[in-house]
């Protein structure tokens, strides 16, 4: 059983169980596209744009083109968690710490899912037939730290010129701007804009609110914090931009929880979590990186 659990013994006068400071659970799964598969691999299958012919004389043959199709091998790799409730354990405490364990192991499940979508976002996808060919994630998608914006201003954090520029690469890519678009970002990253963005500019009253939870919508972004985002070899942080067709998630099987006894170990409380997941990036067009120095 957990060797922590004596921290909750009657003698610590304490009728409940406090979380420690974590994230609670996922933050980003509600923001790619997701699917459920059956077996190791899955994928996301595509289709490519075609281009129509002018008619140039009566009668001609029916046209024939060929409509392209793609697609993104997804790997499922398993997650579980496991704790033990000794019933002398409940005996000494005041609470029966059974459902705290199953809450703990819930959020350490969404935080697992969060990495794999996060981890995917800049990886290595695989792609063809068979998700044989390896593609990585192109240096046009990407913002580097010193971008310049406009006057000539140099800001190595996050910014509002960032953000256009990480709006400019999406649209010109014809990502539909009716579909959600995200940002996954760090509070140092929330805090950059506010301290980038002039009183007197427009963007103030919207980054203030950004700042103050009144909004998480700015510039065509829907924000998402999350202090789990990756580092490169510099230790810039990788903002990840992104529309929700961009990124995918398959789930081989749903985090699920059981609660039983084990006769193994003296009848105690066995909270056990399991899940079967992979996380793809879809298309390179839809993924922006945007690089912040966080020193």
Not at 120 to 128: E, I, K, S
Not at 191 to 219: C, I, P, R
Request: glycine share 8%; charged share 25%.
């Amino acid at each position: 059983m957990s060797n922590q659990i004596t921290t909750a013994f009657v003698q610590q006068y304490s009728a409940n169980v406090m979380h420690l400071l974590q994230q609670k659970g996922s933050r980003l799964r509600g923001s790619v596209g997701s699917m459920s598969v059956k077996g190791k691999n899955a994928y996301f299958d595509q289709i490519g744009a075609t281009t129509a012919q002018k008619v140039t004389s009566r009668h001609a043959d029916s046209p024939l083109i060929h409509t392209p199709h793609d697609r993104r091998r997804v790997s499922l790799v398993d997650y579980d968690w496991g704790d033990l409730v000794d019933d002398f354990d409940k005996i000494r405490t005041l609470i029966d710490p059974t459902s705290a364990y199953a809450l703990n192991a819930a959020w350490a499940m969404g935080r697992a899912i969060d990495d794999e979508i996060i981890a995917a976002a800049f990886g290595t996808a695989y792609t063809g037939e068979t998700g044989s060919t390896s593609v990585a994630f192109p240096s046009s998608q990407q913002i580097a730290v010193n971008y310049v914006e406009s006057g000539g201003a140099v800001n190595s954090g996050l910014t509002i010129g960032k953000l256009r520029n990480a709006k400019e690469i999406l649209d010109a890519a014809e990502v539909d701007p009716s579909e959600s678009r995200y940002i996954a970002c760090s509070a140092k990253q929330i805090h950059d804009l506010l301290q980038t963005t002039e009183v007197t500019s427009s963007d103030y009253n919207s980054v203030k609110a950004l700042v103050q939870g009144d909004v998480n919508s700015f510039m065509g972004f829907n924000f998402v914090r999350s202090e789990r985002l990756l580092t490169d070899a510099s230790d810039y942080r990788r903002v990840i931009c992104w529309n929700k067709g961009g990124l995918g998630l398959a789930l081989g099987k749903e985090p699920t929880s059981k609660i039983t006894e084990r006769a193994d170990k003296r009848y105690s409380t066995y909270v056990y979590y399991a899940m079967s997941i992979g996380s793809t990036r879809v298309e390179e067009e839809r993924v922006v990186e945007i690089k912040c120095l966080e020193a």
